[in-house]
């Protein structure tokens, strides 16, 4: 009979070095402590990056709309004015972070059950969501303090954005029309701050230009979402299922129609000067011509659009070279109108 061998004491289950779980043969060799080095530092900073990212600043691109009041009056390069003006961007910047912190906090469930939107910080759990709405609730302080140094005016513009963009969070989101319509006001509201902060009177053209301008990149968007939705089988956000395509393409080029129009009928008004006793002067030739840019921008953009393709504004108007070029050339030729008007 073979004597029975005993267990090598290497075989001894504590003092075998064991792969890592999940790992290969090659993971055996390398110490706990080494292991756990790699990944301690990006722990370390994935609180702050993830706020960072939930604050979304590459949307803060939208608030350069606080320069087309000054733009539209001549006065962006006047000192007097473009300090107040890069407060109300800077404003406007850190209100709609907090306004994202919360509206992420909010939709945590949802966002978990998205394809995508499950990989946002809140929703995949690397920010807590008590420390988003603390966040968040400094970031609108900020914000308010922020206005007030500029104009008393802004910190009335900026409370009211806060106010409608939490009102939308918290209740309105999934109600049908007044989404859009708050989504929209989001856009009129940087464009009314950025006159509030210079101090500005508003053109009642120049207001319907942004007010339906807004709308109809607000309404794109969503007919944009449903046109994806119809083609891919994409889950659509819950107001969407009480709208139909008809109805959102009706919103969409009622706004397109008055925009247009809006702005034709300002642009005829620059260079304009009523003169006592004699015949207004002519408008501005080169505001004239701004028009024809204009017009094509919006048939352009709303080329991406109807193919489904629109996602957010800025991302539409960074992805097409052709709208920029012609957004170059209308700023040239709109430049030109008011900045030569009294010349």
Not at 212 to 232: D, H, Q
Not at 298 to 308: C, E, S
Request: proline share 8%.
């Amino acid at each position: 009979m073979t004597p029975v061998t005993p267990p090598s004491p290497a075989a001894e289950p504590s003092e075998q070095i064991r792969p890592a779980e999940g790992g290969d043969e090659s993971t055996a060799e390398a110490s706990p402590v080494r292991q756990t080095q790699p990944t301690s530092r990006p722990k370390s900073l994935a609180v702050p990056l993830g706020l960072l990212k939930t604050m979304r600043p590459r949307q803060w691109v939208k608030n350069v709309l606080v320069l087309a009041a000054p733009f539209a009056a001549g006065r962006l390069l006047d000192l007097t004015v473009l300090p107040d003006v890069a407060l109300a961007f800077v404003a406007f910047s850190l209100a709609a972070s907090g306004v994202y912190l919360i509206n992420d906090t909010k939709d945590v469930e949802a966002d978990r059950a998205h394809p995508k939107k499950k990989f946002r910080p809140i929703a995949a759990g690397i920010v807590p969501p008590t420390l988003a709405v603390v966040w968040g609730i400094v970031l609108f302080a900020a914000a308010l303090a922020v206005s007030f140094l500029a104009d008393p005016d802004l910190l009335t513009v900026t409370a009211i954005y806060i106010a409608v963009q939490l009102a939308y969070c918290l209740w309105l989101k999934h109600e049908p029309v007044i989404d859009i319509c708050i989504v929209s006001s989001g856009f009129l509201m940087r464009a009314i701050a950025g006159g509030a902060a210079a101090g500005l009177p508003l053109s009642p053209w120049f207001l319907l230009t942004m007010a339906f301008g807004s709308l109809f990149m607000a309404s794109g968007k969503r007919y944009a979402e449903m046109r994806l939705a119809e083609r891919t089988g994409a889950k659509i956000r819950k107001s969407l299922e009480r709208y139909s395509a008809s109805y959102l393409r009706f919103v969409w080029s009622l706004s397109a129609t008055v925009v247009i129009m809006a702005y034709g009928l300002w642009a005829f008004g620059i260079g304009v000067t009523a003169m006592p006793g004699r015949l207004p002067s002519a408008p501005s030739t080169w505001a004239i011509v701004s028009i024809v840019p204009f017009v094509v921008a919006i048939l352009r953009y709303a080329v991406d659009v109807d193919g489904g393709n629109g996602g957010e504004p800025e991302e539409i108007v960074l992805g097409d070279r052709v709208l920029q070029v012609l957004g170059v050339v209308w700023v040239a030729l709109i430049g030109l109108a008011v900045y030569t008007a009294g010349a």
